[in-house]
C-alpha cells in the first residue's frame, strides 16, 4: 500500500465534495448541468466548463467515481513523488483541459468526469514505467503499463470513430492520454526519469 501524496488527496477530496453537492443540488438548481462541459456550439457551453467537467461524475451511479479516484490515487502518487507537487497538478490540470478540448470538439453533448486527465495520469506512467506490471482481471496473467495503455488507448479509438453509444466520452479519454504523452515527452528530455 502506497501513501496518499498530497496533491492527489485533495483532488479526490474536491471530486468527492463535487459528487455530494451533485446528490443534493441537482434537483433543486441542475448543478450537473451547470459544470459539464458541453460542445462549443451548444447554447449551454461556458468556458468554465472545461476545468470544472474534470471534476463532476455521473450523479447516476457512484463506480464513475470510485474507478476515476482509484486509478487517481494509483497512477497519481506515483507520478506526484516523481514530479513533485507543482509540476503534477500542472500536468494533471493540462490533461484535464485537453480531453475537454478533444470532447468539446469532437463530440455533441454533455460530458462529466475525471476520466480524461486519469487516462493522462496512465500515458506518464507508462512512459515512465513501461514495464510495471498490472493484473487486469479477467486475465490470469500480468499485463505491462505499456501494453496496458496501448489497449486502452485502441478501445477509445475505435469506441469514438465507430460512434459507440456506450456513454463514454471516447475522444476526452484520448485527449487527455495525447496531451500526457506530449508533456511527459518533452519533461523527459530535459529530466532523464524514465525507469525500467
Known amino acids: 500500500m502506497q501513501k496518499t501524496t498530497p496533491v492527489v488527496l485533495n483532488l479526490i477530496i474536491i471530486n468527492a465534495l463535487v459528487y455530494v453537492a451533485q446528490m443534493i443540488l441537482d434537483k433543486s438548481i441542475g448543478l450537473t448541468n451547470i459544470i459539464a462541459l458541453y460542445s ?25 467515481i470510485l474507478f476515476n479516484m482509484y486509478a487517481l490515487w494509483m497512477f497519481g502518487s506515483v507520478l506526484e513523488r516523481v514530479w513533485g507537487p507543482k509540476k503534477f497538478l500542472i500536468f494533471y490540470l493540462s490533461c ?28 506518464g506512467f507508462a512512459y515512465l514505467f513501461p514495464n510495471t506490471p498490472f493484473y487486469i482481471l479477467p486475465f490470469p496473467f500480468p ?16 469506441g469514438g ?36
Do not use: C
Not at 468539446?104 to 495520469?121: E, F, H, T, Y
Open 40 to 64: 462549443y456550439d451548444s447554447p449551454e457551453f461556458r468556458p468554465y466548463q472545461l476545468v470544472t467537467h474534470m471534476f463532476a461524475h455521473s450523479p447516476g451511479t457512484i463506480f464513475h
Open 96 to 123: 484535464g483541459i485537453a480531453a475537454g478540448v478533444a470532447q468539446m470538439l469532437l463530440m455533441n453533448g454533455a460530458a462529466v468526469g475525471a476520466s480524461g486527465a486519469i487516462m493522462g495520469l496512465l500515458a
Open 143 to 158: 499485463i505491462k503499463a505499456k501494453f496496458l495503455v496501448a489497449i486502452y488507448a485502441a478501445i477509445d479509438l475505435f
Open 161 to 196: 470513430l465507430g460512434g459507440s453509444t456506450d456513454n463514454v466520452a471516447h475522444f476526452a479519454h484520448l485527449g487527455g492520454l495525447a496531451m500526457g504523452f506530449i508533456l511527459v515527452i518533452i519533461w523527459n528530455k530535459t529530466d532523464k526519469k524514465t525507469f525500467y
